[in-house]
């Protein structure tokens, strides 16, 4: 669990131990429960407990060839499809012929004389089974009839499926008897789950609270913290806007007992794109796929998608918008379960959809940019191709429309880091006033607003609530909410710093405020210069050319693309040029140079080729992020190269 990820693991999965089967069922004990187990099941059984699971499965279909009737060998195949595969229903197949099999044959009582031990292994890993596949009411059924047959009760592990459920006050009531018993293993879980269901009752307070005492609760105990213990606290600290905080709690996570769900380098990326801190997301990127081969091989891909989210807002930022749509179409195709994740899985696709128009729309202004830059006759071709990615980008938009059109969901996407807007990067929620409309996004922020009583939250709502004013052309109040909402937010914001000072230059451009707006472009362009072409706003620019032809002619193309508009009084737009090398910068109001491009001409480069790849050149580094990122890398963070004979082997050995 986690409250980006919310992913609970049961007491045993946090330490990422083997599977429970060899604490439930050992086969040296079955002959105190009758002979029933042949040697070659007990073989198949070992094979389970000590991990080897493609062993295990290729001896339980020996013996199924030769006995059909035996439930160990289908209890073996359910074990071994579950981890080493996660093939659930193949895993649940199985599972339900072994217990049929098993109470045909003993009956569905624990009565002297039977191997009971099979069927509480059954009844155990059904459970699990269950939940993994989010039947959480099939999972409660099988955890009362454990624990109507067998002893030490299950009590924290009916907390998930009961929050899951939405029954919260059983939930919260199952975490506090599990809390009452004198078994680790039932603290540990109760802990991590009441750090979730307080999350999800909307307890802001009281989750931040239970998760640092499930954190303080593991290093009293001196059983060592684990990862999704920390990585949930650090996620509860971002919840309160704690980030430096969540920074250090989850660097912490890093080192700490690796967990079988949720990967702190996310959490870690997260926070450093939001913070403009690109080199280090970068870093923390690639430790992602690492630390995913570190799982047993049956949730290595449990969060995919998750990392596609991560990677294509970090893709999107760095101005690389095919390749973060292409991440973004990916995971809508796909979705992943969610057993292990307390939040509405409609959030996860908001914020896909979201990106993956965003970056089509990206795509599509790179297309505009460059069409700028060529001959008449060629224009028309790139303007159809960004007109097709337009259109792709409103299928994109039509899935947010229609994920929001509860008002509930609506309204709560707009409470950043709460359980309804979880995973929300505030750099990307003002997208919502472009697809929903100023007028939607007013209504439903100042109902959020209105039950929102977190310290620090105001300037959240007042960035989003200027650019719903700019998008109606209120430019006075968007002018003076983005002031206010500049004035109160952290240092640590500054990509949504960026937008709301791109707003406010734009609002005080059309207001004809042109100092003002020269500042803000400035201050904007210092901290996320790719903001513009997220917004798709021009800059207002007085361009300069000097040198031979070829300058004016990078002159010209620039002043047609849509990141440039001519306004006396704008920020300067210096075009030095001549055969050999172009250089192009912006200046500031007192003349200071706020970012340049220089392009080198190629010997076999006619005049006309060399000013419009100069052009192409000064707007592709002017408007990104200093971050050099290959292919190759991109498709690395995705995990793609990841594969070989020591992942194999984990399936085999772990």
């Given at each position: ?9 049961l007491?045993?999965l946090?330490c ?9 069922q050992?086969p040296n ?36 060839q030769?006995d ?12 071994a ?19 049929t ?8 009582q624990?009565t ?45 592990e ?6 899951k ?11 506090e ?13 109760a ?9 999800e009752a ?11 005492r ?9 059983g ?47 926070l ?11 870093s ?6 690492e ?6 091989p049956h ?11 991560v ?18 179409g990916?995971?809508?195709?796909a979705?992943?379960?969610?057993a ?31 069409a700028a ?8 071709l790139?303007w ?8 792709e ?19 709560g ?20 006033v472009?697809?929903?409309g ?15 009583r ?7 709502y007042?960035a ?18 983005a002031?206010?909402?500049l ?9 949504l ?5 791109a ?13 003002a ?8 362009f210092q ?6 072409r ?6 207002a ?11 004016s ?6 002043a047609?693309s849509?990141?440039?508009?001519q ?23 007192q ?33 990104s ?21 020591d ?8």
């Amino acid at each position: 669990m986690s409250l980006t990820y919310r992913a609970l693991t049961l007491a045993l999965l946090l330490c990422a131990l083997p599977v429970r089967a060899q604490n439930l069922q050992d086969p040296n004990e079955l002959s105190l429960d009758g002979q029933d187990a042949k040697p070659d099941e007990r073989e198949a059984w070992r094979e389970i407990e000590e991990g080897h699971y493609v062993r295990a499965r290729e001896r339980g279909e020996r013996i199924l060839q030769r006995d059909s009737s035996s439930f160990v060998a289908h209890l073996v195949l359910g074990y071994a499809h579950h981890y080493a595969e996660d093939n659930l229903p193949k895993a649940l197949y199985h599972l339900g012929i072994a217990l049929t099999l098993y109470e045909r044959r003993h009956g569905t009582q624990p009565t002297p004389g039977v191997p009971w031990r099979w069927h509480a292994a059954l009844l155990n890993e059904l459970s699990d089974v269950h939940g993994d596949m989010e039947h959480h009411a099939q999972k409660l059924g099988f955890i009362a009839r454990y624990n109507e047959l067998y002893d030490p009760d299950m009590i924290s592990e009916r907390a998930w499926p009961l929050m899951k459920l939405g029954r919260y006050a059983e939930a919260r009531l199952a975490a506090e008897l599990g809390l009452s018993s004198d078994r680790p293993a039932q603290r540990v879980i109760a802990l991590n789950a009441l750090c979730a269901i307080e999350f999800e009752a909307g307890n802001d307070g009281a989750s931040y609270d239970a998760c640092k005492r499930a954190v303080e609760d593991a290093y009293a105990t001196g059983g060592g913290v684990s990862a999704v213990d920390l990585t949930n606290f650090a996620e509860a600290s971002r919840s309160l806007f704690k980030l430096d905080e969540a920074e250090r709690v989850a660097l912490q996570a890093t080192s700490a007992l690796p967990s079988w769900y949720g990967n702190p380098w996310m959490e870690l990326c997260e926070l450093y794109v939001r913070q403009g801190r690109f080199g280090e997301a970068l870093s923390a990127l690639k430790q992602i796929p690492e630390y995913r081969m570190r799982r047993p091989p049956h949730v290595r891909d449990a969060d995919r998608n998750e990392m596609r989210r991560v990677l294509a807002s970090f893709l999107v930022v760095l101005a690389k918008p095919e390749q973060a749509f292409e991440m973004t179409g990916r995971a809508i195709a796909a979705p992943e379960r969610r057993a292990h994740n307390s939040r509405d899985p409609g959030q996860d696709r908001t914020v896909l959809a979201l990106l993956d128009r965003r970056g089509r729309r990206m795509a599509a202004q790179r297309l505009l940019e460059e069409a700028a830059t060529r001959p008449f006759y060629a224009r028309p071709l790139l303007w159809g191709k960004a007109l097709l990615l337009r259109l792709e980008a409103q299928r994109s938009a039509a899935i947010v429309e229609k994920l929001l059109s509860d008002d509930a969901r609506l309204t709560g996407s707009f409470r950043l880091g709460t359980a309804s807007s979880a995973i929300m990067p505030p750099w990307l929620l003002g997208e919502l006033v472009e697809v929903l409309g100023a007028g939607v996004v007013h209504e439903s922020l100042a109902r959020a607003r209105r039950h929102d009583r977190r310290a620090g939250v105001a300037p959240y709502y007042d960035a989003v609530a200027a650019e719903a004013a700019w998008a109606a052309g209120e430019h006075a109040q968007a002018s003076r909410l983005a002031e206010r909402a500049l004035s109160q937010l952290g240092p640590a914001e500054v990509l949504l710093s960026a937008r709301v000072m791109a707003i406010a230059a734009d609002a005080a451009r059309a207001q004809e405020r042109l100092p003002a707006a020269r500042a803000r472009y400035d201050a904007a362009f210092q901290r996320d210069p790719g903001v513009f072409r997220r917004l798709e706003l021009p800059v207002a620019v007085e361009i300069r050319a000097s040198g031979d032809t070829v300058a004016s002619e990078i002159a010209e193309m620039l002043a047609r693309s849509p990141r440039f508009a001519q306004q006396p009084g704008g920020l300067g737009l210096n075009v030095r040029a001549d055969r050999a090398a172009a250089r192009v910068c912006l200046s500031g109001e007192q003349g200071q140079v706020i970012a340049c491009a220089e392009t080198q001409a190629k010997r076999t480069e006619a005049g006309q080729e060399f000013a419009a790849r100069a052009a192409q050149e000064a707007l592709q580094q002017l408007f990104s992020p200093r971050v050099d990122l290959t292919q190759m890398e991109i498709n690395s963070l995705d995990g793609q190269n990841l594969s070989g004979r020591d992942a194999l082997q984990t399936v085999f050995d772990w």
